[in-house]
């Protein structure tokens, strides 16, 4: 698979792991009371989620959201498709959505919008990376792991054609 190589460590192991649990302690003491949701964005925060909600503590539940890719030209629509849709009723419930990376955020912002649609208590995003490249979003991120560079990152859930989502850190890849 593949065909690329891993150019260099952008965030180690040991460094995820530290900000992983700053970030639980900080969504612990946001949510002090109501129904908690998390929401993991499949495929890329598969990994992350799972170390995450190991870090909140108080009481959650855990659902995938799974969206549709969407090509070029489509970006003026301000839809995005659930290809799997949670099977919980998000009304009255705090969302937090966990995505892996914001690159253009439009991921992101089509999302908030359907998801406010349906009413939840509130709705935040946790982000385990940002680019800080796109334009203004719905929801701008209130939990975020790391400010990322402006290259393509793989690891610790993000791949490349599928590849490299099994590494424990986060590392470029070679053009
Ligand atoms: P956005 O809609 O442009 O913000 O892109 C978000 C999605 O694109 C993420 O959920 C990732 O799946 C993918 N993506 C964006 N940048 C990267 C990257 O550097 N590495 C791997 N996937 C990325
Ligand atoms: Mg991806």
């Given at each position: 698979?593949?065909?690329?190589?891993?150019?260099?460590i952008?965030?180690?192991?040991?460094?995820?792991a530290?900000?992983?649990?700053?970030?639980?302690?900080?969504i612990t003491v946001?949510y002090?009371?109501?129904?908690l949701?998390?929401?993991?964005l499949?495929?890329?925060?598969f990994?992350?989620?799972a170390d995450?909600?190991r870090?909140?503590?108080?009481?959650?539940?855990?659902d995938?959201?799974?969206?549709?890719?969407?090509?070029?030209?489509?970006?003026?629509?301000?839809?995005?498709?659930l290809?799997?849709?949670?099977?919980t009723?998000?009304?009255?419930?705090?969302?937090?959505v966990?995505?892996?990376?914001?690159?253009?955020?439009n991921?992101?912002?089509?999302l908030?919008?359907?998801?406010?649609d349906?009413?939840?208590?509130?709705?935040?995003?946790?982000?385990?990376?940002?680019?800080r490249?796109?334009?203004?979003?719905?929801?701008?991120?209130?939990?975020?792991g790391?400010?990322?560079?402006?290259?393509?990152?793989?690891g610790?859930?993000l791949d490349?054609?599928?590849?490299?989502?099994?590494?424990?850190?986060?590392a470029s890849?070679?053009?």
């Open positions: 698979m593949g065909g690329r190589a891993i150019s260099e952008v965030f180690d192991a040991p460094g995820i530290r900000r992983v649990e700053e970030l639980g302690r900080e946001h002090p009371e109501g129904d949701l998390v929401l993991g499949l495929k890329g925060s990994i992350f989620l995450l909600v870090t909140i503590r108080r009481p959650h539940s855990v995938f959201l799974v969206v549709s890719s969407y090509g070029e030209g489509t970006t003026s629509s301000g839809r995005v498709q290809v799997y849709d949670p099977g009723d998000l009304a009255g419930k705090h969302i937090l966990v995505e892996d990376i914001i690159d253009s955020g991921t992101v912002n089509r908030a919008r359907v998801l406010l349906r009413q939840p208590r509130s709705l935040e995003v946790c982000a385990l990376l940002h680019k490249l796109g334009a203004p979003l719905v929801v701008e991120p209130r939990f975020v790391f400010d990322a560079p402006p290259d393509f990152l793989v610790y859930g490349h054609a599928e590849a490299f989502r099994h590494l424990p850190f986060v890849i070679k053009e």
